[in-house]
């Protein structure tokens, strides 16, 4: 049997088969996702105390860009949201550091007990 002629939609095309193809689909996102790292570590190193607010001059324009390119990647319909909208969480959380690693620290030491008392029980 031969093949009618149409195209494969895209989701059904076959996978990149290289890394660098495989990157350049997801180009926008990973630029969100670097953005927001780097926002992320900026603000962490140069805030002088946990719980102060950070400076939102530092933290505004990393959040605005790393939305920006997760827009262009939701706009591209790039195979992966996750990239872009860990990078979006990542500036987000650091324009709220202090309460950010609050909440986290009740989350590991809530996820301890748990582990703890599900094997004592």
Known sequence: ????GLPRPEH??????????????RAAGLAALTLGAVG?????????????QPDWRLTTPFFVASLAAAAVALARKEPSYALPLLGVGLAAAAMVLGWFLLV???????GLGIL??????
């Open 104 to 110: 986290a620290a009740v989350v590991v030491a809530t």
């Open 40 to 52: 992320f570590i900026v603000v962490t190193v140069s805030q002088r105390s946990v719980w102060a």
């Open 12 to 25: 059904l095309a076959p996978p990149p088969s290289t890394a660098g193809a495989a990157l350049r689909a």
């Open 116 to 121: 703890a008392l599900s094997h004592i029980l």
């Open 1 to 4: 049997m031969s093949s009618p």
